[in-house]
């Protein structure tokens, strides 16, 4: 299944309640498991910069990946990405694909 790594950045009214905070991740991870429950959570990270938090999960497929930062940005958030990640070796593998026929 693909991998992808989801960077939340909170809305600071949010951000700046801990209980708020506490409640809109409660909230949020409910409404992802009721609506993407194909949906598989690999980490979690709270990340002090530009953005809030940074997960990685895999999904079956782009289309899920939306939903899940649609969810995102309807539960509280300021701004949700997901971007697709390949893995390392996979990436290698691909690039000496391309390398071989340039």
């Known amino acids: 299944m693909p991998t992808y790594v989801l960077m939340t950045k909170l809305t600071s009214s949010v951000v700046g309640d801990p209980a ?10 409910e409404a992802v ?7 598989k959570w690999v980490t979690h990270f709270a990340l002090l910069g530009p953005y809030d938090f940074l997960d990685i999960y895999e999904a079956p497929n782009e289309e899920t990946a939306a939903k899940v930062s649609l ?32």
Do not use: M, N
């Open 71 to 102: 969810i995102t940005h309807a539960s509280g958030a300021q701004k949700a990405e997901s971007w697709p990640a390949i893995p390392y070796g996979r990436f290698v593998h691909i690039a000496q694909e391309v390398g071989e026929h340039l």
């Open 20 to 29: 708020r905070r506490r409640q809109y991740g409660r909230e949020w991870k």
């Open 33 to 39: 498991d009721r609506l993407c429950p194909e949906v």
